[in-house]
């Protein structure tokens, strides 16, 4: 689904009132049901009312048919947040609206944290204001599925994103266990793709991509699951071979569409793809799966491309893959202690909008080549993140960081400085106090610091607790691409962050002018400044942005607009 697509019927069904009405009420007192109904029958004639007294006589029929639920936190048989989080189980799209005497704003917030999308109290109530958290409720919900299905897809191509790959090959090594049939892993890499992100642009570059992905898909069977990790690297989730001979069958098929020549902006491109096969057989988890395709795709890339190879589990091999990259981002990593300069940081500024002046600077990771040619993140950081390296790269990007912000106050003495970590090294022992002592060698405020995060790093106890103890230093911490992760409206409410990272995505497309999709962002902008979260838009490249950006009232952002780091 296209990012302009999140927000359609949003506009729609805030302008026009609902069709005909079905509501799901769930309350003991037959007085307030009553009551309810005339409420909601005084300005809505065609509102039915299924009125329920006990949890227990909620039946499946009841909830498919309901357009939205009622819901007292008062039962005969079930009583508080339970009901909610009950209900939300059984019906996982149905819109819910708390309605009961209980005016505590605790129970509002842990109300709208397990799955209600609105709260009222019985007693500030008219049909009107019920008939309008109904109609609101409603376009929550739709706009939270949307959201859903972005934060599981890729917003360029269409296909499934990291995240849903992950849990769907992690479902297809249960089912593994229990059939006889084969289960492939393919990992592709296109070959000669920077050459036409470097010579026609990445503009011409995402293209290329778009138009890989319908192809390789047009080959696959219904079954199969193609997802794109970044950059131009896709996986394949293949199950039920009855052979691995299958595989072989379906990598040539990939290998054939993808070298046809491609026709961009009126040049032709040839490309092709180095193909990783893994039978995961006896894998029992995902990232085993994961690394054994990662390190037959490595012997293709250099077996002189266009290739395909199976996962070869002779110790040759996996040192073939693994031990240079590896150990040359530790080296490097390890020898920025001492003023190596492989491995460095690069600063790029978060604009205050109204006095065009940085108010923070996010430092970006940067990585060479022993020819000096620069390896994009995209590339190392996986890398780095299947190991314990991530956590020194991580402490590294902050020591360096810091240092550079020290030189960069004395022309900007308020400056911040923004540092992203990743979910392992917020989980790792000794992380907060580690960062505690860097700070406290620069002597920087702890204020001055944030730590960005994407938002599935949250879903870990441990990482969830390393942060909270970050928030108890007064260091701030931000949802880095609020919208392209894991995103959920309700995680908002619940997770323990004070800044919300627009992901660009959501700044490109809205600007372009589709209204929905403006839509989209002010409802996610005015929730974000209602739970008194800052907002920064990222990805900001054009004037057009800029004006999109004071309509909503966002005053921060950072981009290409103020230059490239």
Known sequence: MAVTELAAGIEQSANHPLAALRVLLLEDSRADALLT?????SVRSDVAVDHVTRLADLGAPQVEMADCALVDLELPDASGLSIVSTLRRLAPTLPIVVLTSLDDVNTVVESLRVGAQDYLVKNHVDGYALERAIRYATQRMMLERRLNHLALHDPLTGLPNRTLFRDRLEQA????????????????DLD???SVNDTLGHAAGDELLVEVARRLTTVLRPSDTLARLGGDEFTLLCEGLSSLTDADVIASRLSTVSQR?????NQRVEIGVSIGMAAVRGVSDLDGALRQADIAMYLAKHSGRGQARWYDPSPENERAHQFPLDSKLRKDVDASVDGGDDFSVVMQPIMNLGTNQP???????????????????AAFIPVAERTSLVVDLDLNVLRLALAELAVRRQEFPSLGLHVNVSSRTLASIGYVERVHELIGETGIDPASLTVEILEHSLLEGAAVLAVRQLREQRISVALDDFGAGCSSLAHLVSL?????KLDRAFVCAAAGGDR???SLVRVITT??????MTVIAEGVETADQLTLLDELGVSLAQGHLWGRP
């Open 37 to 41: 109904e005339e409420y909601l029958r």
């Open 173 to 188: 090594l249960h089912r593994a266990q229990r059939s006889p049939a084969e289960l492939v892993v393919m990992l592709l």
């Open 192 to 194: 000669h793709f920077k």
């Open 261 to 265: 020549p491609f026709m961009l902006r």
């Open 359 to 377: 108010v923070a600077v996010e430092a970006l990771a940067r990585w060479r080549d022993d020819s000096g040619r620069s390896i994009p993140p």
């Open 496 to 500: 323990p962050a004070n800044i919300l």
């Open 516 to 518: 929905r999709t403006k």
């Open 527 to 532: 929730l974000a400044r209602d739970l008194q």
